[in-house]
């Protein structure tokens, strides 16, 4: 018998530990194979819940782009209604149009507004001295309280400063008139005597040392 040779008993103990120690080595990979499998599926369901999610984000993009291009178009459209109206009885004139053009730039919507006078079409901003200006940006404010049902009274500081008297007095019997079919009070803060003297109530506001003062007007 050699001497280098290990005992049969000795030989099958060792094969044995090796192969338990293999086995234990197999379990634990199986083991971490079913972790993996479970993280997997958790994953797997994850992705797909997240792929969903992903879709439904699609559709309301797709939708509150509709709403909005719609609102905007429904607003547009009842501005330049209310606006060609208010130029018309303003300076008493029928061919008088209010356009809003609305673009899209950079992802964004764009709206440019013009005044058409006949066949002509000109900057609101610089027409008649910038009295449309102001008449049309007070018809924006009544159009916005309007659309959005926003409650409350109608406030202008300082309004119709660059219209001349004549058609002020018109400018002045629009507004009125609007709030009156509205439901609406008016309160106009302003230093113009012609418009003070056709309020209902009038509150006239002194300062003294710093301290302001108010006496009802007669």
Do not use: W
């Amino acid at each position: 018998m050699n001497n280098n040779t290990m005992p049969l008993p000795d030989q099958a103990r060792k094969l044995e530990e090796a192969l338990n120690t293999l086995d234990s080595g197999i379990q634990r990979q199986l083991g971490r194979k079913e972790e993996l499998l479970s993280r997997q599926k958790e994953l797997t369901d994850r992705t797909t819940v997240l792929d969903r999610e992903k879709e439904l984000l699609a559709e309301a993009r797709i939708l509150l782009q509709k709403v909005s291009t719609l609102m905007r178009v429904q607003i547009s459209r009842r501005f330049a209604e209310l606006a060609t109206s208010a130029l018309k009885f303003v300076f008493q004139r029928d061919d008088l149009k209010f356009v809003v053009d609305l673009d899209i730039k950079a992802n964004l919507p764009i709206a440019s507004f013009l005044v058409e006078v006949g066949e002509h079409k000109v900057d609101p901003r610089t027409a008649m001295g910038g009295s449309m200006y102001e008449i049309i940006g007070i018809c924006l404010r009544l159009v916005c309280l309007e659309f959005f049902n926003l409650k409350g009274p109608l406030i202008l500081d300082e309004p119709l400063r660059s219209v001349d008297r004549i058609n002020l007095s018109n400018a002045l019997e629009f507004i009125v008139e609007y709030c009156q079919a509205t439901g609406r009070q008016l309160f106009i803060v302003t230093h113009n005597e012609q418009i003070a003297s056709c309020a209902d109530a009038l509150f006239i506001v002194t300062q003294e040392a710093g301290v302001s003062k108010v006496e009802k007007g007669k």
